[in-house]
T-cell receptor, first 109, second 121 residues
Framework: GIQVEQSPPDLILQEGANSTLRCNFSDSVNNLQWFHQNPWGQLINLFYIPSGTKQNGRLSATTVATERYSLLYISSSQTTDSGVYFCAVAIAAGNKLTFGGGTRVLVKP | GAVVSQHPSWVICKSGTSVKIECRSLDFQATTMFWYRQFPKQSLMLMATSNEGSKATYEQGVEKDKFLINHASLTLSTLTVTSAHPEDSSFYIC?????????????????FGPGTRLTVL
């Protein structure tokens, strides 16, 4: 099956710093989503981005499908950005998502 | 739009009992729902894919007789953990595939419920 690798596994930031999270995948994908899992376990949809670039406030994401990677940018980080960020992909329309291992982010005040 | 609910949010049960978890799409119709399990400090692992009106498709290694899935309507799927044991203790999360209501968006996008934390004593 498809392999999804996220880096770095852990990230500690000072409040106000910028950061980049990476997601590499091993096959062509039809779906790529970024999520933020909050401390209570809820997965929050950040981006649906099988290709291209999107921005939402302080967050933006870019997927280069031909090179099989996606990047999530966090700018001016806040303590509320702490949590685990997951990338998940599917290889066919509407197909099951395969999750990466996640990046655990801690933003210190 | 695109809200998915789960009930209960947490449950504690005795070993050998059965537990039912409900997953509902509140503002859209979901022809496909998915069930995941997450152990502490690990990623989400897909257990099964549930299509409305048909039998669920289970991932390799997931016992279909232990984890019963019913997707009786376009807005409701249930997961029943039968004869639960302590090793079944985990965080169970459902997702639904559908179009975000007001803003359009892709039918491929999945939306997740808040999860159910199961503890088996």
């Amino acid at each position: 099956g498809i392999q999804v690798e996220q880096s770095p596994p852990d990230l500690i930031l000072q409040e106000g710093a910028n950061s980049t999270l990476r997601c590499n995948f091993s096959d062509s994908v039809n779906n790529l989503q970024w999520f933020h899992q909050n401390p209570w376990g809820q997965l929050i949809n950040l981006f649906y981005i099988p290709s291209g670039t999107k921005q939402n406030g302080r967050l933006s994401a870019t997927t280069v499908a031909t090179e099989r990677y996606s990047l999530l940018y966090i700018s001016s980080s806040q303590t509320t950005d702490s949590g685990v960020y997951f990338c998940a992909v599917a290889i066919a329309a509407g197909n099951k998502l395969t999750f990466g291992g996640g990046t655990r982010v801690l933003v210190k005040p | 739009g695109a809200v998915v609910s789960q009930h209960p949010s947490w449950v504690i049960c005795k070993s050998g009992t059965s537990v039912k978890i409900e997953c509902r799409s509140l503002d859209f119709q979901a022809t496909t729902m998915f069930w995941y399990r997450q152990f502490p400090k690990q990623s989400l692992m897909l257990m099964a894919t549930s299509n409305e009106g048909s039998k669920a498709t289970y991932e390799q290694g997931v016992e279909k007789d232990k984890f019963l899935i019913n997707h009786a309507s376009l807005t409701l799927s249930t997961l029943t953990v039968t004869s639960a044991h302590p090793e079944d203790s985990s965080f169970y999360i459902c997702s639904a595939r559908g179009r975000a209501s007001a803003s359009g968006g892709s039918y491929n996008e999945q939306f997740f419920g808040p999860g159910t934390r199961l503890t088996v004593l």
